[in-house]
């Protein structure tokens, strides 16, 4: 798996930040690999809000994959519970539910530098 791609995000932001996959997300049976890195690019347009508004198109640019593996991927996302898909007339909202239980409030992460 190769993941080099994210021009939507600046390369300097690129640097100083990194991508964390739940256990649970790791660890379930149903998980391939292009749902790690679909969850590790919502994560990235989300940027510590728990949701994000990146389209499907955008995600298969960013990943270097065409349109339907982004859709599998998060179909299969959806349906272990680790996303929450909303629509409304004008966007889509992807919510990140790490325990994957599908009722999570979304990804709420804060990183403290120790250094």
């Known amino acids: 798996m190769i993941i080099e791609r994210a021009e939507s995000v600046p390369e300097e932001k690129r640097r100083k930040t990194f991508r964390m996959l739940p256990d649970a997300l790791f660890t379930h049976p149903e998980t391939q690999p292009q749902d790690l890195m679909t ?38 996302l959806e349906k272990m519970g680790f996303i929450i898909r909303e629509r409304n007339a004008n966007e889509r909202t992807i919510v990140l539910c790490p325990d994957g239980n599908d009722e999570a409030p979304g990804m709420k992460l804060k990183l403290l530098n120790a250094c």
């Open 39 to 76: 969850w590790c690019y919502l994560g990235l347009h989300a940027r510590n809000r728990g949701f994000c508004h990146v389209t499907d198109r955008q995600l298969a640019e960013d990943m270097g994959v065409v349109e339907m593996t982004v859709r599998r991927s998060l179909a299969r």
